[in-house]
């Protein structure tokens, strides 16, 4: 099975510090560090982890960002299939705190402004899925993005809106739900979202809008899996967290790479919990290939 991974390649700045500083506050950081980061890039970094087919459907400007990513993109062997020079390409300001724990401020570039054309490019006859990320969906790239997802319903759609959920215009997540997407959220998320403190409850009421899939990441608690019937707790893997950076979507990534070797979703989720245990004990949200080998999935 082949992914379109449709989403965006950012600059992250990555600063650790000991706490979120009070308004007004003044703090020194620890440690800064430049990568390249962005949703749908971390989930190509962990298909290709799994050496399993996919396209990384992002575009790349011209600019101080642009060059960097494109540097990234070309040392880790993604093919850039799009390129387009009006403007540059966005970054990420990540504070990682002393527990780990992330907070992002994002300046959007090109990748929030998707174009219809940018689509003619793909094949879409060659992919069993899509994987999209609710960043992409805030912008004035909802629009083109689900508007070209209705063409293609037939696929597995699998999206992870993150933190921004609430932040999608309500005609656009409409749209989307009517496709009957495979949703993938942590508990946050998903509790803030649907204004549910039961988590049971907040399964519930997203399957009944999408008609598909719920997974719900618990931390080192497991993962929920809902698929009509039955909620189910996949437990979860114990892991010293350096940052929770790319966990999500490492996550989401060996979900749709386990399901794609022929793995049924209890077992993806097995799998997904013991890559997410090990990528938050990385700093950023890239792992490499040899430390991916290490882990032990039996």
């Not at 494109?70 to 527990?99: F, Y």
Request: glycine share 8%; hydrophobic share 40%.
């Amino acid at each position: 099975m082949k992914s379109l991974l449709v989403g965006a390649a950012i600059v992250d700045i990555i600063m650790r510090i000991p706490t979120l500083p009070k308004k007004g506050e003044d703090i020194y950081c620890n440690e800064r560090t430049v990568t390249v980061g962005g949703c749908a890039y971390n989930v190509a970094n962990t298909l290709k982890n799994f050496n399993v087919d996919y396209s990384l459907l992002v575009p790349v400007g011209k600019g101080m960002n642009a060059t960097i990513i494109e540097d990234a993109l070309l040392t880790n062997q993604h093919e850039i299939l799009i390129r387009d020079s009006k403007q540059d390409n966005g970054h990420c300001l990540c504070l990682v705190e002393d527990d780990g724990e992330r907070t992002f401020i994002t300046q959007i570039g090109l990748e929030g402004h998707f174009q219809d054309e940018w689509f003619n490019t793909i094949d879409i006859n060659q992919y069993d899925n899509i994987y999209i990320d609710g960043y992409q969906l805030c912008s004035e790239s909802g629009n083109v993005i689900v508007n070209w997802l209705e063409k293609h319903s037939d696929k597995n759609i699998y999206f992870a809106p993150g933190p921004v959920i609430k932040s999608i215009e309500q005609h656009v997540w409409e749209k989307l739900c009517k496709i009957k997407p495979i949703v993938h959220l942590n508990e946050m998320e998903a509790t803030t979202f649907t204004g549910e403190n039961d988590i049971h409850n907040a399964i519930q009421q997203l399957y009944n809008i999408t008609n598909n899939h719920i997974f719900i990441t618990l931390g080192p608690k497991g993962t929920l899996f809902f698929d009509g019937n039955e909620i189910v707790l996949i437990e979860g893997e114990k892991a010293e967290v350096v940052d929770t950076i790319g966990a999500g979507d490492s996550h989401i990534a060996s979900i749709i790479a386990a399901v794609s070797l022929g793995h049924n979703y209890i077992e993806a989720c097995k799998i997904a919990n013991k890559v997410a245990a090990q990528m938050v004990q990385v700093q950023g949200p890239k792992m490499e290939k040899e430390l991916f080998t290490t882990i032990n999935f039996n």
